[in-house]
């Protein structure tokens, strides 16, 4: 049953997921298979006239003026594959990798790229069959697509390059011939078809997209456990201030917190202890809001391009007509990605922040210093603030946008590109650093609360808390702390926490 059916239309996000992690099947979905006829037969029609289209029986990029003749078509697509495949550096993991090939099926099944369905169909059985091509991560400018990602995908299909399958990464043609496949001999406009597209950045960025929907709300939830430690003040998130505002991921978060906080006897009321708390806390919503706010606007430009005809050139049966264009230049999710790093980068920024005013004793209001009760023989946390620092300060390094950067290729051919893969790669590390932190701050913050006495934690915080507490014990004597912020990392990337407090709460963070 864990097959999903895809049209080049409806695809989401979560059965990117579902296919790159869980390792779902995939089909095309019947509608497509006309379409995708449809437009195969206009390229066979245009090659049999030797008429001059782009890719198809012309050359690429600065040689697009050369013409090919239709017994050279064939040639022309493998060449195309292996001059393109210039990749470097580490290989993408393997749910990159299986979501590139996903969405690469994907915009094929919309119709207007002119692949033969058995073309499409060995790069479908590769996916169900797990062969999974070797793919580095760096070499694309991000216009026309991910043009060398794309032909290392290819190269196996090919019987070429290298692909992992059953653990073990072994010649492309081996590992067909292991997984009953046989290669294939691209024909016209195939190759070009299946290379020229935005699938490599848009993977990376799905499933960045993914995780970081989910570490938003972890940022929530230790954030409020920290409130508690410090006798934060609740009043701050009252609904009244965050709706005179207006912006919507700010009154989620706050709503958030609340929740979270509810029952709590940690938490304070303005003029009780203080007036007023630090922006770290007492901004938590604004900020948190704020990298919603981002992530649901990546989340909509990503959403719409892993279902987008991003070939050139473009095939229109209705019309009868090949028309080329720039689909393939990957500005939308370049700016989406660059803007996703630096929301990420600020939850961190904050969260590290909230950590450094937990160990500090100048500022936690009369926790012991390092959150140790034995301190001078013992460093308690203090090192774990410093990793949470070098993580924060790199993510503002990896935050420059790549986007604003451009360098021509193609002989100028190709003057301006998107750089969006390396938007998407950036983002996907600047998540990662922030899973850390949030990890880092977790562990702090129920740390804390076990210094800070007796009391009842909030009816979400309570259940997180606990969570953590089942694995790791609270810190008496020191110990290796890395292994604490692992536990707690896993605790975070596979959606436990989360899970276990929207359980807690009954809605939906």
């Known amino acids: 049953m864990n097959k999903i059916a895809i049209d080049g239309h409806s695809l989401t996000i979560k059965e990117v997921v579902m296919v790159a992690r869980e390792e779902y ?16 037969s206009i390229v066979e029609e245009y090659v049999s006239r030797e008429e001059v289209v782009y890719g198809v029986t012309t050359g690429f990029g600065r040689f697009s003026d050369v013409a090919i003749s239709k ?4 040639l022309l697509q493998k060449n195309l594959i292996v001059s393109h495949a210039c990749g470097v550096g580490q290989s993408f993991g393997k749910d990159v990798t299986r979501a590139i090939m996903l ?21 479908i059985e590769m996916l169900n069959r797990r062969v999974h091509p070797i793919i580095p991560q760096k070499g694309s400018l991000g216009a026309s697509g991910d043009l ?16 992992e399958f059953k653990g073990e990464i072994i010649p492309g043609a081996e590992a067909l011939k292991k997984a009953g496949l046989k290669p294939c001999i691209l024909s016209a406009k195939e190759g070009l078809a299946l290379i020229n597209g935005t699938q490599a950045m848009s993977a990376v960025a799905a499933l960045t997209l993914f995780d970081a929907g989910l ?14 430690a410090l006798n934060g003040i609740v009043d701050a998130f009252d609904a009244r201030i965050h709706e005179a505002r207006g912006q919507t991921g700010q009154i989620i978060a706050a709503r958030n917190i609340r929740n979270l906080v509810e029952q709590s006897t940690y938490i304070t009321r303005q003029g009780e202890k203080r007036v007023q708390d630090a922006y770290a806390l007492r901004c938590t919503a604004q900020v948190h ?6 992530v649901r606007y990546a989340t909509d430009i990503v959403g719409t391009e892993i279902n987008a005809v991003t070939d050139n050139p473009l095939i229109f049966p209705d019309s009868n007509q090949v028309l080329s264009g720039g689909n393939f230049h990957g500005e939308p999710v370049a700016l989406a990605m660059d803007f996703l790093g630096i929301a990420l980068a600020e939850l961190a920024n904050i969260s590290e922040r909230r950590i450094e005013r937990l160990v500090n004793p100048q500022l936690s209001n009369g926790l012991p210093a390092f959150l140790t009760p034995h301190g001078g023989l013992n460093s308690g946390f203090m090192i774990t603030q410093y990793a949470a620092a070098a993580l924060v300060s790199e ?41 850390n932190v949030l990890a880092i ?26 969570l953590l507490r089942s694995i790791i014990k609270p810190l008496d004597q020191d110990r290796i702390m890395h292994v604490d912020m692992q536990s707690a990392l896993g605790l975070i990337i596979s959606g436990q926490t989360v899970k276990v407090v929207e359980q807690a709460l009954g809605v939906e963070l």
């Open 25 to 40: 099947s995939v089909e095309i979905h019947q509608s497509a298979i006309d379409k995708i006829n449809s437009s195969r």
């Open 71 to 74: 017994d050279e078509t064939e």
């Open 103 to 123: 969405l690469r099926v994907n915009t094929l099944c919309r119709g207007y790229s002119g692949i033969r369905i058995e073309t499409l169909n060995l790069l």
């Open 148 to 163: 060398a990602p794309l032909a290392h995908m290819v190269l196996v299909m090919l019987g070429e390059g290298r692909a």
């Open 215 to 228: 570490l938003a709300k972890m940022a929530d939830i230790a954030a409020s456990i920290t409130l508690e």
């Open 289 to 294: 809001g704020a990298c919603r706010d981002a």
């Open 395 to 435: 993510n503002k390094v990896l935050a420059h946008p790549a986007s604003v950067d451009s360098i021509p290729s193609s002989a100028n051919q190709e003057d301006h590109v998107s750089m969006g893969t390396i938007s998407a790669r950036k983002a996907s590390e600047i998540k990662d650093n922030l899973a």
């Open 441 to 466: 701050e977790y562990l702090a913050s129920a740390q804390a609360v076990d210094l800070r006495g007796t009391g009842e934690l909030g009816r979400g915080t309570g259940p997180a808390y606990q």
